[in-house]
T-cell receptor
């Protein structure tokens, strides 16, 4: 069975703090993909990143970075120097195999960044 | 616009009525997904269409729910004999095949009284 767990329901930080959103996944597939999506307060879900199971290199994009560790089945997301505009619900998701049909989403983490 | 378009944006209905929700995907996207999002819940998968393949209906919660996709483009999600527990935001997304990079619409908020 496929499962994505985001244990942190809500996180609050003050601007400029760094924050890490945790994601743990379960799958027996050897080929799979992991994703992060962002849902701002009044907006649509937006794709942030996709990683495949064969690439454990960490990725950095501006203030965002992702740490993929197969040994712990985790795909954590760090925002450096958080800003108020980062306030949103963040979803981690898992896609199976190479055909990537349905995505299995976690329940999301509500991040609030206070000024 | 160039994004995924959903209608209606809001629908209030009485228990027992049927409702139809429409999704117009991004042109060229052959994959189309329906999810629903309830308060405090995550994103619950409903159904997935990919090209001319048989849809993955494994997420439909009951036989009151059905969806079709005409001409490989527009999709309609139909809920028959609505129940209060059907109240949720129904999200449609589309993508190119095999990418997982979903483009979501703004959703249709359904309230069943």
């Amino acid at each position: 069975a496929q499962k994505v767990t985001q244990a942190q329901t809500e996180i609050s930080v003050v601007e400029k703090e760094d924050v890490t959103l945790d994601c743990v996944y379960e799958t027996r597939d050897t080929t799979y993909y992991l994703f992060w999506y962002k849902q701002p307060p009044s907006g649509e879900l937006v794709f942030l990143i996709r990683r495949n199971s064969f690439d454990e290199q960490n990725e950095i994009s501006g203030r965002y970075s992702w740490n993929f560790q197969k040994s712990t089945s985790s795909f954590n997301f760090t925002i450096t120097a958080s800003q108020v505009v980062d306030s949103a619900v963040y979803f981690c998701a898992l896609g199976r195999g190479s055909t990537l049909g349905r995505l299995y989403f976690g329940r999301g983490t509500q991040l609030t960044v206070w000024p | 616009g160039a994004g995924v378009s959903q209608s209606p944006s809001n629908k209030v209905t009485e228990k027992g009525k049927d409702v139809e929700l429409r999704c117009d995907p991004i042109s060229g996207h052959t994959a189309l997904y329906w999810y629903r999002q309830s308060l405090g819940q995550g994103l619950e998968f409903l159904i997935y269409f990919q090209g001319n393949s048989a849809p993955d209906k494994s997420g439909l919660p009951s036989d009151r729910f059905s969806a079709e996709r005409t001409g490989g483009s527009v999709s309609t999600l139909t809920i028959q004999r609505t129940q209060q527990e059907d109240s949720a935001v129904y999200l449609c997304a589309s993508s190119f095949p095999n990418t997982g990079e979903l483009f979501f619409g703004e959703g249709s908020r359904l309230t069943v009284l």
